[in-house]
């Protein structure tokens, strides 16, 4: 490693339970009310909502809270700073921005099918 080369930026810092319950289910009201299906996953070490297509519930995005610069985040499975919790409605239009490629594209797939 060059003497120069910048140092890796520290792990997240994720929130507990309560507070990644709390602000993921302010963000899950915006999507659903925007027309994408979300499901709150508490099962694992932490607390990630995740937000799909109704038509193609296998293209999606996981979503959890974590510290940063001073607030908390919404930060997306990719290591995507989404915006901070306080600004709910820039997080869910990231995520559109995010999701409608990957789901129009899940389409263009099915396109020629034939059932």
């Not at 999507?31 to 299906?37: F, I, N, P, V, Y």
């Not at 996953?41 to 979503?63: A, D, M, N």
């Not at 919790?85 to 999701?99: F, G, N, Q, T």
Request: a positive charge.
């Amino acid at each position: 490693m060059p003497p120069t080369a910048p140092t890796a930026l520290p792990p997240p810092t994720y929130s507990g339970l309560w507070r990644a319950r709390w602000h993921l289910m302010c963000l899950a009201l915006v999507l659903r009310a925007d027309g994408w299906k979300t499901q709150l996953r508490t099962e694992t070490p932490r607390t990630l909502l995740r937000v799909y297509s109704e038509h193609s519930p296998t293209v999606g995005e996981s979503i959890s809270v974590a510290w940063g610069n001073g607030t908390w985040w919404y930060l997306s499975s990719t290591g995507l700073w989404l915006s901070p919790c306080k600004r709910v409605r820039s997080a869910a239009d990231k995520l559109s921005i995010l999701l409608k490629p990957s789901v129009a594209a899940s389409f263009d797939a099915m396109r020629g099918e034939q059932f």
